[in-house]
């Protein structure tokens, strides 16, 4: 019954039309199954020979092909390759191979690591499968403690190097775990284990802890290490000794994390004396080592050609898209000058079409179609030029709009500045006065003070001025105060007359501007002229002459609107000279200047 079973599996996996991911749900569904039926059996060579069965018949290979696909695979997908992973690995447990039992555990069971190991190596990169890399892990657990000689091969495979420099704690707990279960599973593990393969678990137990902080991947780290050395007993001390400064590492980060006594066993073996037979290992070590990293070199020389050739290639790539970057830009500058070349081609025989059409029109036609052209063109170049003034008025109201903002920004500053000096005047008032430069000296007592002033007058006494008398420097000193007095008036008025001035143009502009920004006469309302009135005889009478000026201008052609006009062609020479050529006619005055 369970040869027939096989067999459809094997057929139904030979279909060609299945995709990789229906091939694992019926290896899953199959599997299952198969071993479910066979466990319930009592005698336990049926379950033997159904995995006998699925390995001659080549039902596992397609399940580790199944496992070595590319690992883009879908989301719901990987929980189907776990299974799948655990599965194939409780296959491969009690095995009877028969005649080919050396394929078996020198090919197809290193092939079944390695594809497990490269499920986990995936699974690994997904935080978020932490569960589904915990049953990928045990299976190769399973693996392990029945195939000891597989462990050298996980412990040198580049998925599993790949697993060790996660940075998640989680998976590097599960690591340690792993090993600690296959340890204290069987005591025959770690003795069937050679040098290397025991050195490498080592290496990775004192990598965890050197790069690791978490107390849980510490504490599992330190229960393994206690484990091997209490297995291997003498076997492990050479090769611990070859970890310079492990102790030190220890005592300094593993302390008082609740693990205490394990470090102190664990500092106290690697603390032992060394034997000879661990020196000649160390010497061994060193010389393995100098060998491989010999090899490393010549082979990291061997590779400079192909970097060589990378450096050609990427050359030769980097000038043919130079060349063909020059070829696209000629092509550009030809089309350019086939377009202007059609344009020209097209204007001539647009004039020719044009003059042919002129000779055939009757000559009392003539003259009314030429008046046409010319309404157009003057309707063309009037379009044109408002364009224009409208753009430039509107530059010139943004301008207008940023240098009052900067004026404003200027105001403002002027404003602080006056501000800060007059609570720095109030605050130096409100300050103590600095005494005297000569009162409070050190060193000067008061009778000495005394004689320096005797002898002062002394001095002044006996050597009089022989210029000027005291009651010709008391008219002196009375005349300068009169005439610092009369300064200090001259100043005050000044300033007054300049305040005045200053209030007087501050009051010009904003008529000025009140003038500019005037709404046409179409939307002007009785409030709007009232504005603009004064009472003054003689501002009217200019207004009243710059409005005859903007009705002449307003009569004038439209084609002497186009051209700049002196001021002197408008009348307007006492506005001109009275404003500095500003015309306050309105918009529609072109020969104003602003």
Known sequence: MEEEAVSELRRQLQNEDLTPEQKVNLLNSSLNK??????????????????????????LRHCVHALSLHPRRPQGHWSAIATLAQLTSSCCIGVDAGRRSETFHRLFLPSVMDAVLSVASQLMRRKEFVSLFRKVMDSVGWLLSAHTQLTAQVLSSVHY????????????????????????????????????????????????LALSSDSAVGGASLKLMLLMATQLGLRLRPLLHSFRGLDCLLDKDWRGRGFDQEVDQLIALVQSEPSEVSTERVQAACVIQAAWRSHQTRRRVKSLNRAVSALQRRYRARRRQQQQQKEAQLWEEELKYQVCVRRQQARRKFHQRQR??????PADQVQSYLQECERRAAVVIQSFWRGFRERRRYNDTLQHTLRHAHTRQQAAGTLQRAVRRFLQKRRAAKSPPIPPFWIGQEGLTDSQRAELKSQVEEYITARPSLCVSSEECERLHEEVQLLLLAELQRGVQHRRE?????????????????????????????????????????????????????????????????????PGDLHLPALEAEFGGLYVGGPAAVGGKL
Not at 172 to 201: E, H, K, N, P
Not at 356 to 361: E, G, I, R, T
């Open 356 to 361: 042919h059409l002129l000779q055939l029109l």
């Open 161 to 208: 190097e790949q697993i060790q420099m996660c940075d998640d704690a989680r998976v590097s707990l599960l690591c340690i775990q792993l090993w600690t279960q296959l340890c204290g599973a069987s005591r025959d593990f770690l003795a069937g284990l050679s040098d290397d393969s025991v050195l490498l678990l080592l290496n990775e137990a004192v990598g965890q």
């Open 34 to 59: 198969a071993l479910s039926s066979a466990a319930v059996q009592t005698h336990s060579s049926v379950l033997t020979g159904v995995k006998s069965q699925l390995y001659h018949s080549g039902v």
């Open 498 to 566: 300049e305040q005045r001035v200053e209030a007087l143009l501050a009051h010009t502009h904003t008529q000025l501007e009140l003038l500019r920004d005037a709404p046409p006469l179409s939307v002007v309302t009785e409030t709007d002229a009232d504005s603009f009135l004064s009472p003054s005889g003689p501002i009217a009478a200019r207004a009243r002459d710059a409005h005859n000026a903007m009705l002449q201008a307003g009569r004038l052609p439209w084609w002497r609107m186009l051209e700049e006009t002196e």
